[in-house]
């Protein structure tokens, strides 16, 4: 049974064939479940972007919730969770981004694809399959993560066949190939290596990756500015590779990681194989590599894609804290002895100049937005731009969120500081284009839609 839903939308009723109970256990695993519950590693699902230790998710963010008061008509809320879910009892879920229509996923390919600096005319139905296309984009970020903890060491038995003995003997082995005697001994050692299944695992993932039309793009174009690096790090790790070996290495490594310190390999190591074994995982009898669907974090995605176009378009100075990995943190009082030290995150800062490590002041804050605004800036956020206005000595303020186009709120709206006429702040609606025809006339609708909304951005010269 097929459920599709759109994200950020109440009370989608949906009819089940058959009796609902038969569903209702099925859908209460995820009914209510936010990303922070679904990324442990029990859940069977692949996040994107990837969840960090440090990350402090808004639990009121959930997948969906479900309304049972109405038996023969059930009720889907949606957040900003988009994505695939494959659950038990042949239930199987699509999300898709309220601005893409029909079958058609074009927005949430030409995000991911703007992100990861990859160009090309991928497959755009919202099916099942179009969702295991979007692995590739994942992968640079996994990657990243686990190597902050480092190339992934394990001991390896490895055979050896010379003079220079470190270990047990094999009889057996000696004499079969040193006999008569030549001076060599056969025997076997332990050694403590970063050449092993699991980054042979990895290596063998990106060489599939590098092998189809848009890989390089994948590997070498990424947002994560240090995929070049973590790609040859593995394959200085990696001297023993062998193509050849592709289906050996895959069966060593269907058994989860449990190193304690090793832990963001295993999110990797779910991914590769969900890559080198395609959708196969998602209908297999193992259930601890069973992949159960693939989820997309929404406001991230669209925090990351306006960091891509802001940069490329303004000719300005511009800071990018990161709130999931705390990067970037601004302190919100000084002497502050709590354990956050109440930190703030502005999404971006336009003209910034620092002061012992912090930034003081900032011509311009810019916040993304992605959730429906209805052309009116709600309370909570507005309350939360004039604390950033207020802590960075801001006069400026820009909330940019996505709208559907033909939708009445296409327009700019600036409002201005009761008691200041010089503080304002501004909602900038950026115009998603619609999402028929083909992939390609979508991107260059996009590309003008960018522009268009630059221009409400009152910085230097735009230079897209």
């Not at 390089?216 to 790090?233: E, H, Q």
């Not at 604390?387 to 327009?411: C, E, M, N, W």
């Not at 010089?422 to 260059?444: S, W």
Request: charge should be positive; proline fraction near 4%; charged fraction near 25%.
């Amino acid at each position: 049974m097929l459920i599709s839903l759109e994200d950020n939308k109440k009370s989608q009723g949906r009819k089940f064939s058959g009796s609902l109970e038969k569903f209702r256990e099925t859908l209460d695993a995820i009914d209510g479940k936010n990303l922070k519950f679904l990324s442990s590693k029990e859940s069977g699902f692949i996040i994107y972007p990837p969840l960090s230790k440090e990350v402090d998710l808004d639990d009121k963010d959930v997948v969906f919730d479900v309304d049972y008061s109405d038996k023969d008509n059930p009720k889907f809320s949606t957040g900003n969770i988009m994505g695939f879910m494959s659950l038990k009892n042949d239930v199987r879920i699509n999300i898709t981004s309220r601005f893409d229509s029909g079958d058609k996923n074009y927005f949430l390919h030409y995000m991911l694809q703007k992100i990861c600096n990859v160009a090309y005319t991928p497959r755009t139905h919202s099916g099942e399959d179009s969702f295991f296309d979007f692995l590739y984009y994942l992968f640079p970020a996994y990657l990243s993560v686990a190597m902050k903890q480092g190339v992934y060491r394990a001991y390896v038995t490895r055979e050896y066949n010379d003079a220079n003995v470190r270990g047990p003997i094999d009889v057996a082995r000696h004499i079969r190939c040193n006999m008569p005697f030549n001076g060599k001994i056969a025997y076997h050692t332990r050694e403590y290596t970063t050449d092993n299944s699991v980054t042979q695992l990895v290596r063998h993932t990106i060489e599939y990756i590098r092998s189809l039309s848009f890989g390089d793009s994948v590997l070498n174009g990424s947002l994560i500015s240090d995929s070049v690096d973590n790609v040859k790090s593995i394959e200085s790790a990696t001297s023993s590779y062998n193509r050849n070996a592709r289906q050996q290495i895959i069966s060593k490594n269907l058994r989860p990681i449990t190193h304690p310190y090793y832990t963001a390999y295993e999110p990797l190591r779910k991914l590769c194989l969900a890559i080198l074994m395609h959708k196969k995982l998602s209908y297999g009898e193992d259930s601890t590599n069973q992949i159960n669907g693939i989820l997309f974090d929404g406001a991230s995605l669209w925090e990351e894609y306006l960091n891509r176009v802001l940069k490329k378009g303004l000719k300005v100075d511009l800071k990018h804290p990161n709130n999931r990995t705390h990067e970037g943190a601004q302190y919100l009082f000084k002497n502050d002895e709590s354990e956050n030290r109440r930190w703030v995150f502005p999404d971006f800062m336009v003209g910034c100049d620092k002061m012992k490590g912090q930034i003081d002041s900032a011509k311009a804050i810019i916040d993304a937005k992605y959730k429906p605004l209805g052309g009116e800036i709600g309370r909570d956020d507005s309350f939360q731009m004039l604390a950033y206005l207020f802590r960075f000595k801001s006069k400026q303020g820009f909330l940019i969120h996505p709208v559907k186009k033909g939708d009445g709120t296409q327009d700019p709206k600036t409002m201005t500081l009761y008691n200041d006429d010089f503080v304002k702040l501004t909602v900038v609606p950026f115009v998603i284009p619609e999402t028929k025809g083909k992939f390609e006339e979508f991107r260059a609708a996009m590309e003008t839609a960018e522009k268009e909304m630059l221009t409400h951005l009152p910085f230097e010269k735009n230079r897209i």
